[in-house]
């Protein structure tokens, strides 16, 4: 186990590393920017809905999926960006292995609020 705080120090030092990290992912990544204006936007129209709490929580959850998986994608591009800049076949795999992962994340986000709209309207 790696020394360091417990109980509640830990959850407010973790609580600090990830505002750390989003405001980091906010500042140098315009994917993560356009997804989290994406996200608010679509948030806001759900609301406005005539759907379930279920469904919205659907609805809701399916973009916050998004920005969960860019976040991890943006984390996967900066350790491959730290370790070389040079071009290697396994650094362009992970790369586009999480580029692949966002993509899904999209397409599920759009097959959900497809599927509940049709439903709905």
């Known amino acids: 186990m790696k020394p360091g705080q417990t109980g509640l120090r830990r959850v407010v030092d973790a609580?600090?590393?990830?505002?750390?990290?989003?405001?980091?992912a906010w500042i140098n990544?315009?994917?993560f920017r356009q997804e989290i204006i994406l996200v608010l936007?679509?948030?806001?129209?759900a609301f406005q809905?005539?759907?379930?709490?279920?469904?919205?929580?659907?609805l809701i959850a399916?973009?916050?999926l998004i920005v969960i998986v860019e976040l991890i994608n943006s984390a996967i591009e900066a350790v491959v960006d730290r370790i070389s800049d040079d071009?290697?076949?396994?650094?362009?795999?992970?790369?586009?292995?999480?580029?692949?992962?966002?993509?899904?994340?999209?397409f599920l986000a759009f097959v959900v609020?497809?599927?509940?709209?049709?439903?709905?309207l």
């Open 15 to 24: 609580t600090g590393y990830s505002m750390k990290g989003l405001k980091a």
């Open 87 to 106: 071009w290697h076949e396994l650094s362009g795999r992970a790369k586009d292995i999480g580029s692949a992962a966002v993509f899904v994340s999209l």
């Open 41 to 45: 936007v679509l948030s806001f129209i």
């Open 62 to 64: 399916s973009l916050l």
């Open 29 to 31: 990544e315009a994917a």
């Open 113 to 120: 609020w497809a599927l509940i709209l049709i439903d709905k």
């Open 49 to 58: 809905l005539p759907v379930s709490h279920l469904e919205l929580a659907l």
